[in-house]
């Protein structure tokens, strides 16, 4: 019954004489055009634009002529890695990402595993309270926490209570990193908790029942069972983090200067600053080498948790 | 039988939790955290009402002694804040409407009409969505000022106007609609518009909700941009005058820079508050602040 009537239609729509489909896709473009018009202007252009610009000596002068520059090779790049102040941005940014989002994703997972641990009361208070920071203006957050962290401020007002000495925090070159870590640890939760959750609530309980039925008790389950079956889970996550956490820019823009000694310095912060002096081409090539980490970082993470699986 | 053997694989089920923590343990420690996480609020507001020689007391109260909206005042009258707000506020409305307006519209090209070019377009967004700002905004800034828009909030609007998340979330919804639902009206003699406009969106409610709190939210709390295009105070977004004012030369009246980071927080808070599901739902399925 249900062949012939699927093939009349097949033979209709092949029927359909030429100028038909070519209506369909001038209609088809007349609904994209607004959205890809704006689209390729400010978005798509922009992207291959940046890498012309990081390959010329365009600066603040050539604004109104940008097409005027001199190509230069690589030279913006090799200039960039001779330079001793962006590989410390390098450093600064790995060291952000290495410690910031194993932390985060730890952390988050611990309370998506606290909040799916069968408690009913207060839930979405909970909820709520881990998540608020993550949709706040980070900019908002990062002069919250430089009034936190001054010398004589909340936290070592805290830490003196209980007789600890605490540190200058953002003025100390060993201390500002950790400490805007914390902070991106604190602002960044909420997110990796609400993944996790869906993911822990993903798992079917019989999977539980059969694991118990074989004897498998509490950390065994969680680290034989739990784990491996999150993977995907743990794959977004790290992922949405890793974009996040490499593009580090409103913190030192806001809590250190990206000081001190250049501690704090990022390389969104370097192109920024190269921007600021007038150096455009500097600045797009800086901007480059983020894209190259977002890239390659988002592609070993694949790699990680699709061969283990 | 049935009845009997149903209660009791429930009762297997919670006795055989995967992890059983002790439950006032958990609570104790989630609701440790869970004031941790908003101590840092706290304080700020708490903050915004102490005048500027008591929030740097050492050690400092944590209630005001003499509650003053005088740093409010001081925003909002001597500091352009309001102005700020302001223009916050028609920004990330102007690219809400953007967004939902040409999202869906492309979003619906692309899910349901089968077109030359279809495939290359809905690449090109893919590739986009993990390009972040920071790549682009050199040659956006130099392609704005050419356009006379730098400074102006028609700068501050243009580039955000669409995103790759809306054509990505709006193709996903509107591929879901089945085709039968479509093809009845075009047997109908409905024309794509008509179809768009009269079936498509009222389905579309929930992904244009989602659209709508991601847009605002990244629009009002988007920082880059708006620092590169708004070079005079009158063109700042609240964000922006918050950072230029906290590491200007008045940048230790802690009291004033609490309420300022209020102003900037406090909607958005309570916005979360009151559509908390469709925060969360949106964020975590997409990932975007």
């Known amino acids: 019954m249900s062949v012939p009537e699927l093939k009349s239609v097949g033979g209709s729509r092949t029927a359909r004489p030429a100028h038909g489909r070519r209506r369909r896709s001038l209609i088809a473009w007349a609904f994209a055009a607004p959205y890809f018009l704006l689209f390729v202007v400010f978005g798509a252009g922009p992207v291959i634009a940046s890498l012309g610009f990081s390959v010329t000596d365009i600066g603040v002068r050539d604004v109104r002529s940008p097409f005027g520059v001199n190509f230069v090779g690589l030279s913006n790049f090799a200039e960039l890695f001779g330079d001793e102040q962006f590989r410390r941005a390098i450093l600064n940014t790995l060291y952000f990402v290495a410690v910031g989002i194993p932390l985060t994703m730890g952390l988050g997972l611990v309370a998506a595993i606290a909040l799916n641990s069968g408690i009913n009361r207060l839930k979405g208070v909970f909820r709520v309270s881990f998540f608020a920071p993550f949709v706040t203006s980070i900019i908002a957050i990062a002069v919250v926490w430089r009034y936190l962290y001054q010398d004589d401020g909340f936290i070592n007002g805290v830490l003196a209570r209980i007789g600890i000495a605490g540190p200058d925090w953002l003025n100390d070159p060993h201390w500002a990193m950790p400490a805007l870590i914390v902070m991106a640890v604190w602002r960044n939760i909420g997110l990796p908790m609400v993944i996790f959750l869906a993911g822990l609530q993903g798992i079917p309980r019989d999977v539980y029942e059969a694991a118990a039925v074989d004897g498998s008790r509490g950390f065994t389950t969680f680290w034989r069972i739990t784990l491996p079956l999150l993977r995907p889970t743990t794959l977004v996550v790290a992922v949405l983090l890793s974009i996040g956490y490499l593009q580090f820019f409103e913190e030192p823009f806001v809590m250190t200067g990206g000081g001190p000694l250049d501690s704090t310095i990022s390389i969104g912060y370097y192109a920024y600053e190269q921007f600021g002096f007038g150096e455009y081409g500097m600045a797009a090539a800086a901007s480059y080498v983020l894209v190259a980490f977002i890239v390659l970082l988002s592609l070993l993470q694949f790699r990680i948790f699709r061969n283990r699986g | ?289």
Do not use: H
């Open chain 2, 1 to 289: 039988m049935t009845t009997a053997t149903l209660p009791a694989t429930d009762e297997r089920a919670t006795n055989r939790r995967p992890f059983r923590i002790s439950q006032p343990l958990t609570y104790i420690a989630l609701t440790a955290a869970a004031l941790l996480m908003v101590l840092p609020f706290t304080w700020m507001i708490l903050g915004s009402f102490k005048d500027n020689s008591e929030i740097i007391a050492n050690p400092a109260a944590w209630l005001p002694e003499q509650w003053t909206l005088s740093n409010y005042a001081d925003l909002v009258g001597g500091l352009n804040f309001s102005n700020a707000f302001v223009n916050s506020f028609v920004v990330a409305v102007a690219c809400v409407i953007g967004n939902l307006a040409f999202s869906s519209m492309a979003g619906y090209a692309l899910a349901k009409i089968d077109f030359a070019g279809r495939r290359l377009l809905f690449g090109l967004v893919l590739g986009m969505l993990m390009i972040p700002p920071i790549a682009t905004f050199v040659p956006l800034f130099v392609l704005v000022t050419n356009m006379g828009l730098s400074n102006t909030l028609y700068g501050l609007i243009l580039p955000y106007l669409v995103t790759p998340l809306g054509v990505f979330l709006m193709r996903q919804f509107i591929g879901e609609i089945p085709d039968a639902l479509l093809e009845a009206a075009q047997i109908d003699g409905a024309s794509q518009w008509r179809i768009f406009w009269q079936i498509v969106l009222p389905l579309c409610r929930p992904p244009l909700a989602t659209l709508a709190i991601l847009t605002f939210l990244a629009q009002w709390n988007n920082f880059l941009w708006p620092l590169v295009v708004a070079q005079t105070e009158d063109k700042y977004t609240l964000p922006v005058a918050l950072a230029l004012y906290s590491i200007g030369q008045n940048g230790t009246n802690y009291a004033l820079l609490m309420a300022g980071a209020a102003l900037v927080v406090l909607p958005i808070l309570v916005l979360f508050l009151l559509l908390q599901r469709q925060f969360i739902q949106g964020v975590a399925s997409t990932g975007i602040k």
